[in-house]
């Protein structure tokens, strides 16, 4: 998994994809999303780096199988709460 940390506006932003999606682009309907290193990052994540990053985000952006997966394990999201842009798992997490 891939992850990078952003502040913005004294907020943390963490974003996380599947390394394989990284640098692809996922059309869905009139909308394509592209999973780029400028957000996404490139740094490759232990499970424990990952955990910390979300535990101190306040919001959280995540594309991918394998990533969203992770977070169901660590019941963190569960199923339902996916949703799906051209097949491929997304989740967004905001902490208020």
Do not use: R, W
């Amino acid at each position: 998994m891939i992850g990078k940390k952003h502040i913005s506006n004294g907020q943390i932003i963490f974003a996380c994809c599947d390394d394989e999606l990284l640098n692809t682009k996922i059309s869905f309907e009139n909308i394509t999303i592209e999973i780029n290193e400028g957000f996404y990052g490139v740094t490759i994540m232990s499970q424990k780096e990952i955990l910390k990053n979300i535990n101190e985000a306040d919001s959280i952006n995540v594309f991918g199988k394998k990533t969203c997966s992770f977070l169901i394990d660590n019941k963190i999201i569960s199923k339902d709460q996916i949703i799906y842009f051209g097949g491929i798992p997304h989740i967004q997490i905001y902490k208020l």
